[in-house]
């Protein structure tokens, strides 16, 4: 459409097949400054609104070939130019042609003879009512917009603390949960969610003999020995259980409900799985490990969190003091 505004002049279309009518309409809008066009047919009409922008149309209903109501249908019918107003010149006596031309699309109808204050003020309604209707579309427009900017970074705001949260209690090499997130989960389960001390075991691992397997293929490769492990464990657990990567070759397993046999045997499912794993078959190398396993149990063994940790720790040292790739439970020790 024609630009609008303080410096800009609204573009009317004049369409109609009787010349004298064309003149009388154009002496009467050019005063107020309008800028205007004329087309004594609807194809010309047609023509002129695919090559010419318009804020108006005035548009005569009886036109030979193409009727106005016809050219109407079809502006309307086009997205690009569906929304500029456009009002009817009618004779007095055609009460039917106003009622269908509105049926069509026409906003208004002027009818002929013309009176000048009245032509002019319909005009003027008009583009007033199609400006604040473009106002609002582009308000509209920029509100989208903003709506979907501020949806963008909320997204990439929640995605960014979503990643920042599993950071902050993941481990980087592993995947597997960190010590952070242990000591925070296990004080809320012991404290919080476990009313009535149902058990909760804690199993402490070290793979056995893990500097040989650094010695012998290198650091990079003791780092794929440590992530095959973690994924070996947790191809053994299912939630609420979970697995800490606790330190260098150590690793927890947290075992919610799980009382002492239980854990026993999970601790004896977690070596077999790691006996009967080889390790490093990507790289075309054959690693074969076991594991040390020591398990200390709430609240048989004790109701303090400290206490807990440092009881599996000594298990599964005693475990290595006589032999390593066994299991051994706090009570044993």
């Known amino acids: 459409m024609a630009q609008t505004g303080h410096d800009a002049k609204e573009k009317i279309l004049i ?32 023509e002129k609104t695919q090559s010419e922008d318009f804020d108006l149309i005035l548009l005569d209903v009886r036109m030979p070939d193409i009727d106005g109501f016809e050219v109407c249908k079809r502006i ?19 009460a039917r042609s106003i009622i269908k031309g509105f049926e069509v699309g026409a906003m208004d109808y ?40 501020r949806k963008k970074i909320e997204e990439e705001l929640r995605s960014s603390k979503d990643e920042y949260q599993f950071l902050a209690e993941h481990d980087n090499l592993t995947g597997l949960y960190n010590t952070r997130y242990l000591y925070q989960t296990l004080n809320r389960m012991i404290k919080e969610n476990n009313p009535e001390d149902l058990p909760l075991s804690l199993i402490f691992m070290d793979i056995d003999n893990f500097k040989c397997v650094v010695d012998t293929y290198g650091h990079l490769n003791g780092s794929r020995v440590i992530q095959e492990v973690a994924r070996s ?57 076991s594991a040390s396993f020591g398990i200390a149990i709430y609240p048989d063994d004790t109701s303090d969190l400290t206490r807990l940790l440092s009881l599996a720790d000594q298990a599964m040292f005693d475990v290595k003091a006589h032999g390593k790739d066994a299991v051994c439970a706090s009570d044993q020790v």
């Not at 309409?25 to 010309?44: F, H, M, P, W």
């Not at 003879?113 to 579309?137: C, G, M, N, Q, W």
């Not at 800490?244 to 499912?269: C, H, M, Q, S, W």
């Open 110 to 149: 002027v009818t002929k003879p013309f009176y000048s204050t009245e032509l002019l003020a319909r005009v003027r309604t008009h583009l007033e009512l199609s400006h604040s209707r473009k106002a609002l579309k582009n308000i509209n427009l920029r509100l989208i917009h903003e709506i979907d900017v």
């Open 233 to 289: 464990i947790l191809t053994t657990i299912v939630p609420p259980s979970f697995a800490v990567a606790y330190a260098g070759d150590e690793f927890v397993i947290v075992l919610p409900g799980y009382d002492r046999d239980n854990a026993v045997l999970k601790a004896e499912t977690i070596r077999e799985c790691l006996r009967n794993t080889t390790y490093l078959s990507s790289k075309n190398f054959a690693v074969h490990l």
């Open 15 to 46: 369409v109609d097949d009787v010349p004298l009518n064309i003149h009388m309409v154009k002496d009467i809008l050019s005063e107020k400054g309008y800028l205007l066009s004329t087309a004594t047919n609807g194809r010309d009409a047609l």
């Open 76 to 94: 309307r019918a086009k997205p690009e130019i569906k929304d500029i107003p456009i009002i009817f010149l009618t004779g007095e006596d055609e």
